[in-house]
Protein backbone atom coordinates (compact mmCIF):
# COMPACT_ATOMS: atom_id res chain seq x y z
CA UNK A 1 0.00 0.00 0.00
CA UNK A 2 2.63 2.33 0.91
CA UNK A 3 4.28 1.96 -3.07
CA UNK A 4 0.23 2.34 -4.21
CA UNK A 5 -0.03 5.70 -2.31
CA UNK A 6 3.44 7.36 -2.96
CA UNK A 7 2.66 6.79 -6.70
CA UNK A 8 -0.92 8.39 -6.85
CA UNK A 9 0.95 11.74 -5.83
CA UNK A 10 1.81 11.43 -9.62
CA UNK A 11 -1.59 12.51 -10.68
CA UNK A 12 -1.52 15.45 -8.93
CA UNK A 13 -0.22 18.56 -10.30
CA UNK A 14 2.37 19.49 -11.91
CA UNK A 15 2.46 16.19 -13.34
CA UNK A 16 -1.20 15.17 -13.90
CA UNK A 17 -0.54 11.68 -14.46
CA UNK A 18 -4.37 10.39 -14.42
CA UNK A 19 -3.61 6.95 -15.72
CA UNK A 20 -1.91 6.14 -12.30
CA UNK A 21 -4.88 6.38 -10.64
CA UNK A 22 -5.79 3.29 -12.48
CA UNK A 23 -3.64 1.35 -10.83
CA UNK A 24 -3.24 2.80 -7.51
CA UNK A 25 -6.56 2.94 -6.49
CA UNK A 26 -7.95 -0.12 -7.54
CA UNK A 27 -4.98 -1.82 -5.38
CA UNK A 28 -6.26 0.23 -2.43
CA UNK A 29 -10.32 -0.77 -3.45
CA UNK A 30 -8.93 -4.59 -3.40
CA UNK A 31 -7.00 -4.65 -0.05
CA UNK A 32 -10.12 -3.37 1.24
CA UNK A 33 -12.44 -5.49 -0.34
CA UNK A 34 -9.94 -8.67 0.87
CA UNK A 35 -9.43 -7.22 4.41
CA UNK A 36 -10.84 -9.94 7.03
CA UNK A 37 -12.34 -7.03 9.38
CA UNK A 38 -12.74 -2.84 9.81
CA UNK A 39 -9.51 -2.63 11.50
CA UNK A 40 -7.85 -4.08 8.55
CA UNK A 41 -9.17 -1.68 5.86
CA UNK A 42 -8.61 1.13 8.17
CA UNK A 43 -4.92 -0.39 7.97
CA UNK A 44 -4.31 -0.72 4.33
CA UNK A 45 -5.95 3.08 4.18
CA UNK A 46 -3.82 4.66 6.67
CA UNK A 47 -1.05 3.05 4.91
CA UNK A 48 -2.09 3.79 1.76
CA UNK A 49 -3.02 7.59 2.60
CA UNK A 50 0.69 7.92 4.78
CA UNK A 51 2.44 7.08 1.86
CA UNK A 52 0.24 9.48 -0.64
CA UNK A 53 0.41 12.98 1.62
CA UNK A 54 4.28 12.27 2.37
CA UNK A 55 4.80 12.22 -1.43
CA UNK A 56 2.52 14.94 -2.50
CA UNK A 57 3.92 17.54 0.71
CA UNK A 58 7.89 16.58 -0.20
CA UNK A 59 8.22 19.99 -0.62
CA UNK A 60 7.57 21.15 2.93
CA UNK A 61 10.81 20.41 3.81
CA UNK A 62 12.12 23.61 1.83
CA UNK A 63 10.71 25.81 4.72
CA UNK A 64 12.52 24.38 7.18
CA UNK A 65 15.72 24.37 5.22
CA UNK A 66 15.39 28.06 5.20
CA UNK A 67 16.48 28.41 8.87
CA UNK A 68 18.41 24.78 9.01
CA UNK A 69 20.91 26.32 11.00
CA UNK A 70 18.06 27.06 13.61
CA UNK A 71 15.53 24.03 13.43
CA UNK A 72 17.66 21.74 12.28
CA UNK A 73 16.14 18.81 14.33
CA UNK A 74 12.67 20.02 12.48
CA UNK A 75 13.52 18.77 8.77
CA UNK A 76 12.25 15.49 8.73
CA UNK A 77 8.86 16.47 10.22
CA UNK A 78 7.00 18.92 8.00
CA UNK A 79 6.10 15.88 5.39
CA UNK A 80 6.05 12.99 7.55
CA UNK A 81 4.03 14.72 9.82
CA UNK A 82 1.09 16.34 7.78
CA UNK A 83 1.48 12.75 6.68
CA UNK A 84 0.73 11.42 10.05
CA UNK A 85 -1.93 13.96 10.56
CA UNK A 86 -3.58 13.32 7.39
CA UNK A 87 -3.37 9.36 6.59
CA UNK A 88 -6.34 8.63 9.78
CA UNK A 89 -8.54 10.60 7.09
CA UNK A 90 -7.62 7.53 4.50
CA UNK A 91 -7.81 5.38 7.21
CA UNK A 92 -11.49 6.28 8.60
CA UNK A 93 -12.74 6.01 4.68
CA UNK A 94 -11.33 2.69 4.32
CA UNK A 95 -13.31 1.91 7.94
CA UNK A 96 -16.51 3.40 6.83
CA UNK A 97 -16.73 1.62 3.13
CA UNK A 98 -16.06 -1.65 4.62
CA UNK A 99 -19.71 -1.57 6.02
CA UNK A 100 -20.70 -2.07 2.50
CA UNK A 101 -21.25 -5.31 0.70
CA UNK A 102 -17.75 -6.91 -0.59
CA UNK A 103 -17.35 -6.37 -4.41
CA UNK A 104 -18.63 -3.28 -6.48
CA UNK A 105 -20.82 -1.71 -3.78
CA UNK A 106 -17.82 -1.48 -1.22
CA UNK A 107 -15.55 0.33 -4.03
CA UNK A 108 -18.83 3.15 -4.49
CA UNK A 109 -18.82 3.19 -0.65
CA UNK A 110 -15.21 4.26 -0.79
CA UNK A 111 -15.44 6.41 -4.07
CA UNK A 112 -18.23 8.49 -1.35
CA UNK A 113 -16.57 7.87 1.79
CA UNK A 114 -13.03 9.10 0.52
CA UNK A 115 -14.76 12.40 -1.00
CA UNK A 116 -16.08 13.10 2.43
CA UNK A 117 -13.55 12.29 4.76
CA UNK A 118 -11.44 14.61 2.57
CA UNK A 119 -13.91 17.28 2.65
CA UNK A 120 -13.13 16.84 6.51
CA UNK A 121 -9.68 17.82 6.27
CA UNK A 122 -10.94 21.67 6.91
CA UNK A 123 -11.42 21.08 10.21
CA UNK A 124 -8.03 19.85 11.14
CA UNK A 125 -6.20 22.34 13.06
CA UNK A 126 -7.09 26.00 11.28
CA UNK A 127 -7.57 23.67 7.68
CA UNK A 128 -5.35 21.79 5.44
CA UNK A 129 -7.22 20.89 2.26
CA UNK A 130 -4.42 20.54 0.53
CA UNK A 131 -4.52 18.63 -2.82
CA UNK A 132 -7.66 17.13 -3.32
CA UNK A 133 -7.77 14.54 -5.78
CA UNK A 134 -9.82 16.55 -8.35
CA UNK A 135 -7.11 19.15 -8.40
CA UNK A 136 -5.80 16.70 -10.65
CA UNK A 137 -8.03 17.93 -13.33
CA UNK A 138 -6.64 21.44 -13.55
CA UNK A 139 -4.07 20.21 -16.80
CA UNK A 140 -2.46 23.26 -18.20
CA UNK A 141 -3.98 25.20 -21.22
CA UNK A 142 -7.18 24.44 -22.82
CA UNK A 143 -8.12 20.67 -22.23
CA UNK A 144 -7.57 21.73 -18.64
CA UNK A 145 -10.19 24.64 -18.67
CA UNK A 146 -12.69 21.98 -20.19
CA UNK A 147 -12.24 19.43 -17.42
CA UNK A 148 -12.80 21.42 -14.37
CA UNK A 149 -16.05 23.51 -15.63
CA UNK A 150 -17.75 20.87 -13.43
CA UNK A 151 -16.28 22.95 -10.55
CA UNK A 152 -18.90 25.56 -11.09
CA UNK A 153 -21.74 22.75 -10.15
CA UNK A 154 -20.52 20.40 -7.69
CA UNK A 155 -17.02 22.48 -6.56
CA UNK A 156 -13.74 20.30 -6.69
CA UNK A 157 -15.02 18.07 -3.99
CA UNK A 158 -17.58 17.09 -6.85
CA UNK A 159 -14.69 16.62 -9.04
CA UNK A 160 -12.56 14.21 -6.38
CA UNK A 161 -15.77 12.03 -6.38
CA UNK A 162 -15.59 11.21 -9.91
CA UNK A 163 -12.54 11.25 -9.99
CA UNK A 164 -11.85 8.28 -7.54
CA UNK A 165 -15.15 6.73 -8.87
CA UNK A 166 -13.50 6.24 -11.83
CA UNK A 167 -10.30 4.74 -10.46
CA UNK A 168 -11.79 2.28 -8.52
CA UNK A 169 -14.00 0.86 -11.16
CA UNK A 170 -12.36 2.20 -14.33
CA UNK A 171 -8.92 0.51 -13.06
CA UNK A 172 -10.37 -2.52 -12.01
CA UNK A 173 -12.25 -3.44 -15.09
CA UNK A 174 -9.64 -3.21 -16.92
CA UNK A 175 -7.34 -5.07 -14.65
CA UNK A 176 -10.26 -7.53 -14.61
CA UNK A 177 -10.21 -7.43 -18.38
CA UNK A 178 -6.42 -7.99 -18.64
CA UNK A 179 -6.62 -11.07 -15.83
CA UNK A 180 -9.26 -12.60 -17.85
CA UNK A 181 -7.60 -12.35 -21.37
CA UNK A 182 -4.53 -13.64 -19.58
CA UNK A 183 -6.38 -16.98 -18.63
CA UNK A 184 -6.39 -16.12 -15.01
CA UNK A 185 -9.68 -15.28 -12.78
CA UNK A 186 -11.30 -11.81 -12.40
CA UNK A 187 -10.74 -10.54 -8.97
CA UNK A 188 -14.26 -7.99 -8.76
CA UNK A 189 -15.38 -8.17 -12.18
CA UNK A 190 -16.02 -11.61 -13.56
CA UNK A 191 -18.54 -11.16 -16.08
CA UNK A 192 -17.71 -9.41 -19.24
CA UNK A 193 -20.86 -7.68 -19.48
CA UNK A 194 -20.42 -5.84 -16.01
CA UNK A 195 -17.26 -4.61 -17.97
CA UNK A 196 -18.77 -3.43 -20.83
CA UNK A 197 -21.51 -1.56 -18.80
CA UNK A 198 -18.81 0.34 -17.02
CA UNK A 199 -16.84 1.02 -19.87
CA UNK A 200 -20.07 2.75 -21.56
CA UNK A 201 -20.91 4.04 -18.35
CA UNK A 202 -17.30 6.15 -18.28
CA UNK A 203 -17.64 7.13 -21.31
CA UNK A 204 -21.00 8.60 -20.91
CA UNK A 205 -20.12 10.39 -17.86
CA UNK A 206 -17.27 11.56 -19.89
CA UNK A 207 -18.67 12.70 -22.69
CA UNK A 208 -21.57 14.39 -21.04
CA UNK A 209 -19.23 16.38 -18.25
CA UNK A 210 -17.58 17.52 -21.90
CA UNK A 211 -20.98 18.41 -23.03
CA UNK A 212 -21.85 20.52 -20.54
CA UNK A 213 -18.10 22.25 -20.21
CA UNK A 214 -18.37 23.35 -23.64
CA UNK A 215 -21.66 24.56 -23.44
CA UNK A 216 -20.64 26.47 -20.31
CA UNK A 217 -17.74 27.73 -22.18
CA UNK A 218 -19.21 28.85 -24.89
CA UNK A 219 -23.35 30.26 -23.36
CA UNK A 220 -21.99 31.83 -20.37
CA UNK A 221 -20.78 35.29 -20.42
CA UNK A 222 -19.56 37.97 -17.83
CA UNK A 223 -22.19 40.36 -16.96
CA UNK A 224 -21.62 43.46 -15.22
CA UNK A 225 -19.40 46.20 -14.47
CA UNK A 226 -15.48 45.36 -15.62
CA UNK A 227 -12.17 44.52 -13.45
CA UNK A 228 -10.00 46.84 -12.73
CA UNK A 229 -6.41 47.14 -14.67
CA UNK A 230 -4.28 44.80 -12.54
CA UNK A 231 -0.46 45.22 -11.54
CA UNK A 232 0.90 42.59 -9.96
CA UNK A 233 4.53 43.20 -8.52
CA UNK A 234 6.66 40.47 -8.64
CA UNK A 235 10.03 41.56 -6.51
CA UNK A 236 11.49 38.01 -6.36
CA UNK A 237 12.96 38.35 -3.12
CA UNK A 238 14.75 35.49 -1.43
CA UNK A 239 12.99 34.73 1.54
CA UNK A 240 16.84 33.98 3.34
CA UNK A 241 16.62 38.04 2.84
CA UNK A 242 13.42 38.68 4.80
CA UNK A 243 14.28 35.96 6.99
CA UNK A 244 17.24 37.69 7.86
CA UNK A 245 16.15 41.64 7.35
CA UNK A 246 18.78 41.85 4.93
CA UNK A 247 18.81 45.20 2.34
CA UNK A 248 14.99 46.25 3.63
CA UNK A 249 15.95 49.46 2.03
CA UNK A 250 16.59 48.39 -1.42
CA UNK A 251 13.73 45.31 -1.45
CA UNK A 252 11.33 48.50 -1.03
CA UNK A 253 13.35 50.62 -3.76
CA UNK A 254 12.67 47.87 -6.12
CA UNK A 255 9.04 47.32 -4.81
CA UNK A 256 8.85 51.17 -5.68
CA UNK A 257 10.80 50.75 -9.33
CA UNK A 258 8.14 47.91 -10.49
CA UNK A 259 4.71 49.57 -9.24
CA UNK A 260 5.76 52.61 -11.14
CA UNK A 261 6.75 51.02 -14.65
CA UNK A 262 3.91 48.37 -14.16
CA UNK A 263 1.41 51.64 -13.09
CA UNK A 264 3.00 53.44 -16.39
CA UNK A 265 1.65 50.28 -18.35
CA UNK A 266 -1.59 50.47 -16.77
CA UNK A 267 -2.15 53.83 -17.51
CA UNK A 268 -1.03 53.10 -21.03
CA UNK A 269 -3.98 50.76 -21.72
CA UNK A 270 -6.75 53.38 -20.60
CA UNK A 271 -7.92 55.06 -23.40
CA UNK A 272 -6.97 58.70 -24.47
CA UNK A 273 -8.56 62.01 -23.32
CA UNK A 274 -10.22 62.54 -25.87
CA UNK A 275 -12.73 60.00 -26.29
CA UNK A 276 -15.00 61.70 -24.25
CA UNK A 277 -17.52 58.48 -23.85
CA UNK A 278 -14.54 55.83 -23.00
CA UNK A 279 -15.37 54.23 -20.03
CA UNK A 280 -11.70 54.41 -17.93
CA UNK A 281 -11.26 51.45 -15.66
CA UNK A 282 -9.59 51.69 -12.18
CA UNK A 283 -6.18 50.62 -12.07
CA UNK A 284 -4.84 49.21 -8.72
CA UNK A 285 -1.49 47.50 -7.94
CA UNK A 286 -1.06 43.93 -5.97
CA UNK A 287 2.38 43.67 -3.49
CA UNK A 288 3.02 39.75 -2.43
CA UNK A 289 2.32 38.54 1.32
CA UNK A 290 4.67 40.49 3.54
CA UNK A 291 6.50 41.43 0.55
CA UNK A 292 9.42 43.23 2.11
CA UNK A 293 11.13 43.36 5.62
CA UNK A 294 9.77 45.56 8.30
CA UNK A 295 6.83 44.63 9.40
CA UNK A 296 5.67 47.95 10.94
CA UNK A 297 6.80 50.09 8.43
CA UNK A 298 3.30 50.63 6.49
CA UNK A 299 1.31 50.35 9.75
CA UNK A 300 3.52 53.30 11.50
CA UNK A 301 4.95 55.55 9.19
CA UNK A 302 2.70 57.61 6.98
CA UNK A 303 5.83 58.68 4.93
CA UNK A 304 6.26 55.38 3.93
CA UNK A 305 2.73 54.66 2.24
CA UNK A 306 2.69 58.27 0.71
CA UNK A 307 6.19 57.17 -0.65
CA UNK A 308 4.34 54.11 -2.09
CA UNK A 309 1.67 56.10 -3.55
CA UNK A 310 3.50 59.02 -5.17
CA UNK A 311 5.45 56.30 -6.58
CA UNK A 312 2.27 54.71 -8.35
CA UNK A 313 1.22 57.95 -9.75
CA UNK A 314 -2.52 57.31 -11.68
CA UNK A 315 -3.00 54.27 -9.59
CA UNK A 316 -6.40 54.19 -7.56
CA UNK A 317 -5.54 51.58 -4.78
CA UNK A 318 -2.81 49.58 -3.49
CA UNK A 319 -2.68 46.24 -2.32
CA UNK A 320 -0.11 45.71 0.08
CA UNK A 321 0.75 42.17 1.70
CA UNK A 322 2.14 43.17 5.32
CA UNK A 323 2.54 41.89 8.53
CA UNK A 324 0.52 43.96 11.20
CA UNK A 325 -0.10 44.57 15.48
CA UNK A 326 -3.30 44.52 16.42
CA UNK A 327 -4.39 46.67 19.31
CA UNK A 328 -3.76 44.12 21.90
CA UNK A 329 0.33 43.33 20.46
CA UNK A 330 -0.61 40.39 18.07
CA UNK A 331 1.04 40.18 15.11
CA UNK A 332 -1.16 39.74 12.23
CA UNK A 333 -1.05 38.60 8.60
CA UNK A 334 -2.96 41.02 6.35
CA UNK A 335 -4.06 42.82 3.24
CA UNK A 336 -3.77 47.16 3.40
CA UNK A 337 -5.70 48.99 0.92
CA UNK A 338 -3.88 52.72 0.35
CA UNK A 339 -5.35 55.25 -1.79
CA UNK A 340 -3.81 57.56 -3.59
CA UNK A 341 -2.94 59.86 -1.12
CA UNK A 342 -1.38 57.04 0.94
CA UNK A 343 -4.37 56.18 3.87
CA UNK A 344 -5.05 53.15 5.12
CA UNK A 345 -8.71 52.72 3.48
CA UNK A 346 -9.32 48.88 5.09
CA UNK A 347 -7.30 45.80 6.54
CA UNK A 348 -7.90 42.06 5.83
CA UNK A 349 -6.69 39.80 8.00
CA UNK A 350 -5.81 36.66 7.29
CA UNK A 351 -8.60 33.97 8.85
CA UNK A 352 -6.85 30.45 7.83
CA UNK A 353 -3.04 30.09 9.45
CA UNK A 354 -0.67 27.86 8.58
CA UNK A 355 -0.66 25.09 11.49
CA UNK A 356 3.57 25.13 12.55
CA UNK A 357 4.01 28.18 10.12
CA UNK A 358 2.22 30.70 11.37
CA UNK A 359 0.53 29.31 14.78
CA UNK A 360 1.18 26.77 17.41
CA UNK A 361 -1.21 24.18 18.02
CA UNK A 362 -1.37 24.33 22.23
CA UNK A 363 -1.39 20.93 22.37
CA UNK A 364 2.57 21.23 20.75
CA UNK A 365 4.73 21.08 24.04
CA UNK A 366 7.61 22.62 21.88
CA UNK A 367 8.18 26.05 20.95
CA UNK A 368 8.82 25.94 16.85
CA UNK A 369 6.44 29.38 16.33
CA UNK A 370 7.91 32.49 17.88
CA UNK A 371 5.37 33.70 20.47
CA UNK A 372 3.13 31.09 20.04
CA UNK A 373 1.78 32.87 16.19
CA UNK A 374 -0.25 35.16 15.25
CA UNK A 375 -3.96 36.19 15.49
CA UNK A 376 -6.84 34.60 13.04
CA UNK A 377 -9.25 37.15 11.28
CA UNK A 378 -12.84 36.85 11.43
CA UNK A 379 -13.01 35.17 7.64
CA UNK A 380 -14.18 36.00 4.32
CA UNK A 381 -14.73 39.82 3.59
CA UNK A 382 -15.71 42.12 0.75
CA UNK A 383 -14.12 45.50 0.36
CA UNK A 384 -16.23 48.06 -1.05
CA UNK A 385 -13.13 50.99 -1.98
CA UNK A 386 -14.38 54.37 -3.36
CA UNK A 387 -14.07 53.53 -7.41
CA UNK A 388 -12.82 50.10 -7.28
CA UNK A 389 -15.26 47.09 -7.63
CA UNK A 390 -15.69 45.11 -4.72
CA UNK A 391 -13.38 42.97 -4.15
CA UNK A 392 -12.59 39.73 -1.89
CA UNK A 393 -8.88 39.83 -0.39
CA UNK A 394 -7.32 36.26 0.14
CA UNK A 395 -3.80 36.08 1.46
CA UNK A 396 -1.69 33.20 0.64
CA UNK A 397 -3.23 29.37 1.23
CA UNK A 398 -6.91 30.66 2.45
CA UNK A 399 -7.53 30.60 -1.41
CA UNK A 400 -7.36 26.07 -1.18
CA UNK A 401 -10.34 26.48 0.82
CA UNK A 402 -13.19 25.59 -1.67
CA UNK A 403 -16.49 27.41 -0.64
CA UNK A 404 -14.74 29.60 2.36
CA UNK A 405 -12.96 31.93 -0.05
CA UNK A 406 -16.21 34.64 -0.70
CA UNK A 407 -18.59 36.27 1.69
CA UNK A 408 -21.60 34.73 0.52
CA UNK A 409 -23.91 37.53 1.64
CA UNK A 410 -21.94 40.20 0.17
CA UNK A 411 -20.26 38.49 -3.37
CA UNK A 412 -17.53 40.68 -4.51
CA UNK A 413 -16.74 41.42 -8.50
CA UNK A 414 -12.97 39.67 -8.50
CA UNK A 415 -10.56 38.30 -5.92
CA UNK A 416 -6.93 39.72 -5.04
CA UNK A 417 -4.31 37.02 -3.77
CA UNK A 418 -1.44 37.51 -2.32
CA UNK A 419 1.03 35.08 -1.50
CA UNK A 420 4.80 34.31 -0.99
CA UNK A 421 5.78 30.98 -2.03
CA UNK A 422 9.33 31.45 -1.51
CA UNK A 423 9.23 29.11 1.27
CA UNK A 424 8.95 26.40 -0.49
CA UNK A 425 11.27 26.63 -3.53
CA UNK A 426 10.80 26.15 -7.33
CA UNK A 427 9.06 23.07 -6.49
CA UNK A 428 5.51 20.80 -6.93
CA UNK A 429 4.28 23.19 -3.90
CA UNK A 430 3.89 26.44 -5.47
CA UNK A 431 2.11 24.44 -8.36
CA UNK A 432 -0.34 22.94 -6.60
CA UNK A 433 -1.32 26.36 -4.73
CA UNK A 434 -1.78 27.47 -8.26
CA UNK A 435 -4.44 24.74 -9.08
CA UNK A 436 -6.13 25.99 -5.98
CA UNK A 437 -6.06 29.77 -7.32
CA UNK A 438 -7.91 28.59 -10.78
CA UNK A 439 -10.18 25.97 -9.51
CA UNK A 440 -11.61 28.97 -6.76
CA UNK A 441 -12.05 31.49 -9.86
CA UNK A 442 -14.09 28.39 -11.25
CA UNK A 443 -16.34 28.19 -8.39
CA UNK A 444 -16.98 31.02 -7.95
CA UNK A 445 -17.06 32.72 -11.54
CA UNK A 446 -14.98 35.52 -10.77
CA UNK A 447 -11.76 36.57 -12.24
CA UNK A 448 -8.80 36.76 -9.55
CA UNK A 449 -5.47 38.04 -9.87
CA UNK A 450 -2.35 36.60 -7.73
CA UNK A 451 0.80 38.69 -6.48
CA UNK A 452 3.49 35.71 -5.57
CA UNK A 453 7.04 37.05 -4.57
CA UNK A 454 8.79 34.67 -6.39
CA UNK A 455 5.90 33.83 -8.65
CA UNK A 456 4.30 32.34 -9.84
CA UNK A 457 2.08 35.77 -10.31
CA UNK A 458 -1.55 35.19 -12.69
CA UNK A 459 -4.53 36.29 -13.32
CA UNK A 460 -7.42 33.52 -14.47
CA UNK A 461 -11.15 34.82 -15.42
CA UNK A 462 -14.56 33.37 -14.67
CA UNK A 463 -13.93 29.83 -16.22
CA UNK A 464 -10.31 29.54 -14.85
CA UNK A 465 -8.64 30.42 -18.14
CA UNK A 466 -5.40 31.43 -18.04
CA UNK A 467 -4.87 35.87 -18.58
CA UNK A 468 -1.62 36.40 -18.13
CA UNK A 469 1.60 34.74 -15.68
CA UNK A 470 4.88 35.97 -14.75
CA UNK A 471 6.62 32.70 -14.14
CA UNK A 472 9.07 31.34 -11.28
CA UNK A 473 11.94 33.38 -10.26
CA UNK A 474 11.53 36.36 -12.21
CA UNK A 475 11.16 39.92 -11.23
CA UNK A 476 8.63 42.12 -12.92
CA UNK A 477 5.23 43.35 -13.01
CA UNK A 478 2.52 41.72 -15.04
CA UNK A 479 -0.48 44.21 -16.37
CA UNK A 480 -3.88 42.71 -16.53
CA UNK A 481 -7.28 44.23 -16.98
CA UNK A 482 -9.46 42.12 -15.66
CA UNK A 483 -13.07 40.57 -17.08
CA UNK A 484 -16.31 41.36 -15.35
CA UNK A 485 -17.55 38.49 -13.37
CA UNK A 486 -19.85 35.37 -14.31
CA UNK A 487 -23.21 35.15 -12.86
CA UNK A 488 -22.78 33.40 -9.55
CA UNK A 489 -22.60 29.61 -10.45
CA UNK A 490 -24.34 26.64 -8.57
CA UNK A 491 -21.33 26.08 -6.68
CA UNK A 492 -21.58 29.95 -5.49
CA UNK A 493 -25.10 29.59 -4.34
CA UNK A 494 -25.04 26.39 -2.84
CA UNK A 495 -21.64 25.63 -1.51
CA UNK A 496 -19.62 22.40 -0.09
CA UNK A 497 -23.39 21.10 0.49
CA UNK A 498 -23.87 19.47 -2.94
CA UNK A 499 -20.64 17.32 -3.21
CA UNK A 500 -21.52 16.58 0.55
CA UNK A 501 -25.40 15.06 0.03
CA UNK A 502 -23.98 14.01 -3.46
CA UNK A 503 -21.56 11.51 -1.52
CA UNK A 504 -23.82 10.67 1.20
CA UNK A 505 -26.33 9.79 -1.14
CA UNK A 506 -24.34 7.25 -3.25
CA UNK A 507 -23.02 5.68 0.29
CA UNK A 508 -26.06 4.94 1.96
CA UNK A 509 -26.92 3.67 -1.67
CA UNK A 510 -24.23 1.59 -1.59
CA UNK A 511 -25.00 -0.04 1.84
CA UNK A 512 -29.06 -1.09 0.97
CA UNK A 513 -28.80 -4.83 0.22
CA UNK A 514 -30.96 -5.50 -2.71
CA UNK A 515 -33.25 -8.23 -1.91
CA UNK A 516 -33.72 -10.55 -5.07
CA UNK A 517 -36.76 -12.32 -5.90
CA UNK A 518 -36.06 -16.18 -5.88
CA UNK A 519 -36.40 -17.63 -9.72
CA UNK A 520 -39.23 -19.80 -9.71
Known amino acids: MLGMGALSA ?4 PVHCLPVLLITFPALGRAINRASGWKNAAWAGALFGFAFYTANLYWLVNAVMIRAEEFWWFVPFPSLGCALILAPMVAAAAAFSYLAPAGPRRLLALAASWTLFDMGRVFL ?22 LIQPAAWIGVDGLTF ?9 GQALQDAVQVRMGRPALIFPRRADRLRIAACAAFMLCASLTASIIRLNTVHPAGEAGPVTVLVQGNVPETEKVGHL ?3 DIFMRYLHLTADGVLQARKLQPPLAFADAVTRPIVFLWPETAFPGSGLLQDSPRA ?15 IGALRVDDNGRYRNSVIALAPGGEMTAFYDKARLVPFGEYQPPFIPL ?3 PQGGM ?10 LPGIPAVGPLVCYEVIFSGLTVDRHDRPRWLANVTNDAWFGDSAGPRQHLSSVRLRAVEEGLPIARAANTGISIAYDGFGHELARLGWGKTGTLVVPLPAALPAPLFARCGRS ?5 SLAVFLAALVRIQRKPVK
Open 247 to 249: NPR
Open 367 to 369: QIV
Open 498 to 502: LPVLL
Open 375 to 384: AAGPGAQTWH
Open 10 to 13: LALP
Open 162 to 170: FVVLGALFG
Open 305 to 319: RQMIMDWAQGADAGF
Open 125 to 146: FSGFTWNPLGSALAVPGVAGDV
